[in-house]
């Protein structure tokens, strides 16, 4: 008896692991025939991902709605709003001189320039061009380097019809919410040394990509048991004023798509729990 329990157990959480592995998950109503879909995406993948994986565009070319974060061209009205400020060179008098000649090379052919980012903008840039150029996202013959872009790209040009769940400005006071609004360059001058060491030492890059590698292998673990930070302005806050809006699409419509940041769907806060509590049946879709 004992061995056929641990063989239960032993084969229930080999199950429970496996289903965590994809970044595709299918919702519907306990009774109904409607399906939608809800997928993670890491949004500094080029279009080469996608593409390799024929289920993606399949379902997002059957759906009646697309949702993204945003739809908005957000880049270019970000981009403005920040070309728009007075330069201001002060973080060359609390970053040191070795750290400010290496960002100014590595911008030199940024949209935006370092004398017109605010510190918090810089640190998640530095991120963003770090997991590009070190962590295997974008190939050679990629034409994107947005996932989450390139999807909305398809589904224009398919004429899916199209929803965002907030706004430019919206995206752009969570970016500013990250570190506080008192994040200044003397705070931030430790955490910018630490990412141009990064750039420069490949001994950080392993524990960098982890999360890259786990979504490349789609070996994850969404932690759904995992509590949230209640005041989270980046994943918790977002992820309620999401919810209803999510809840009332999936219910209008035959079928719908949610393409949102893999992170929006980990923890008890997430989509994939959020759904779930408000009775939908959400499983795993395997894309391999």
């Not at 940024?110 to 004398?115: I, M, R």
């Not at 996202?137 to 380097?145: F, Q």
């Not at 706004?167 to 630490?194: L, P, T, Y």
């Not at 919810?243 to 769907?265: A, C, K, R, W």
């Amino acid at each position: 008896m004992r061995k056929v329990l641990n063989l239960f157990v032993f084969t229930f959480c080999i199950i429970a692991a496996l289903a965590q592995n994809t970044i595709l998950w299918s919702v519907r109503k306990a009774g109904s025939e409607r399906t939608s879909y809800v997928l993670g995406t890491l949004h500094q993948m080029g279009n080469s991902f996608v593409d390799e994986k024929p289920k993606i565009k399949e379902l997002l070319l059957k759906s009646d709605l697309a949702i993204f974060e945003s739809v908005e061209d957000k880049n270019e009205k970000i981009i403005r709003v920040m070309l728009n400020r007075t330069d201001d060179f002060s973080y060359r008098e609390f970053l040191a001189k070795e750290d400010v000649d290496f960002l100014e090379k590595l911008s030199i052919d940024w949209k935006v320039p370092l004398s017109k980012q605010k510190p918090s903008e810089l640190l998640l840039k530095l991120r963003q061009e770090y997991v590009k150029m070190n962590c295997g996202t974008i190939k050679s013959a990629d034409t994107t380097d947005h996932m989450d872009d390139y999807l909305l790209s398809i589904a224009r040009k398919n004429t899916i019809q199209v929803q965002g769940l907030e706004s430019f400005a919206d995206q752009f006071d969570a970016i500013s919410s990250i570190n506080g609004e008192d994040f200044s360059w003397d705070k931030a001058k430790d955490a910018v040394h630490q990412w141009v060491n990064n750039f420069q030492d490949d001994k950080s890059r392993k524990k960098i990509c982890a999360v890259v590698e786990s979504y490349l292998k789609m070996r994850l673990d969404y932690q759904f048991e995992a509590k949230c930070a209640e005041n989270d302005e980046v994943l918790t806050k977002r992820n309620e004023k999401w919810m209803p809006l999510i809840t009332e699409f999936i219910q209008q419509n035959n079928s719908v798509i949610v393409i949102v940041g893999l992170y929006h769907l980990y923890g008890e806060c997430g989509i994939i729990s959020r759904l779930r509590e408000a009775g939908f049946i959400v499983s795993p879709v395997k894309l391999k």
